[in-house]
Structures are given as C-alpha cells and as structure tokens.
C-alpha cells in the first residue's frame, strides 16, 4: 500500500506529498496507471480513494486505439440501462 505508516511524521508528511502529486498528475493525463503501479499503487481503489481525497475525477480516456468500439458498445449499453431503470 503506499500510503505512509505512523512510524515517522516526517517521511510520512513527504511520502504522502509525493502520492499526492502523483495523483494530481494522473488526473491530468500525464500519468497512465501503469505508471502509478510503477511507483508503488498496488490498487486501483487506492486511486480512486486518493483521487476523492483530493476532489478529483479519474481522467477520461482518449477515443482512440483498438477499444474504442467496444468503449463506445459498452456507453450505449449503460445509456440505454439507466434509460430503462425503474423511477423512484
């Protein structure tokens, strides 16, 4: 996990600096989460945690490469489900 332990305040306060900054870079789109597992994310509910901690969104991937037809199936499905979901 690569969030700081209570063992040391001091490397604690930079370590969680530096996952921070790593966060706000992968928001940006100039970190891939590969590169976030490089540097120590083992979870990718860890980022999604981090990223909320921080009040950021995951960044949206580019329509671009060899899944974009199934991206774009898989959109249409869950417009057409929330589309059909049951009123409350």
Same mark, same amino acid.
Do not use: C
């Given at each position: 996990?690569?969030?700081?332990?209570?063992?040391?305040?001091?490397?604690?306060?930079?370590?969680?600096?530096?996952?921070?900054? $790593?966060?706000?870079?992968? /928001? %940006?789109? !100039?970190?891939?989460?590969? *590169?976030?597992?490089? @540097? =120590?994310?083992?979870?990718?509910?860890?980022?999604?945690?981090?990223?909320?901690?921080?009040? $950021?969104?995951?960044?949206? /991937? %580019?329509? !671009?490469?060899?899944?974009? *037809?199934?991206?774009? @199936? =898989?959109?249409?499905?869950?417009?057409?489900?929330?589309?059909?979901?049951?009123?409350?």
């Amino acid at each position: 996990m690569p969030w700081p332990s209570d063992s040391n305040p001091k490397m604690n306060q930079e370590r969680t600096h530096e996952l921070h900054r $790593l966060l706000r870079a992968y /928001a %940006a789109g !100039a970190l891939s989460w590969h *590169e976030l597992q490089q @540097r =120590g994310f083992s979870d990718y509910v860890q980022v999604l945690a981090g990223l909320g901690e921080l009040g $950021l969104r995951p960044p949206i /991937a %580019a329509m !671009a490469g060899p899944n974009v *037809e199934a991206r774009l @199936r =898989g959109r249409a499905l869950l417009r057409r489900l929330l589309r059909e979901r049951p009123s409350s």
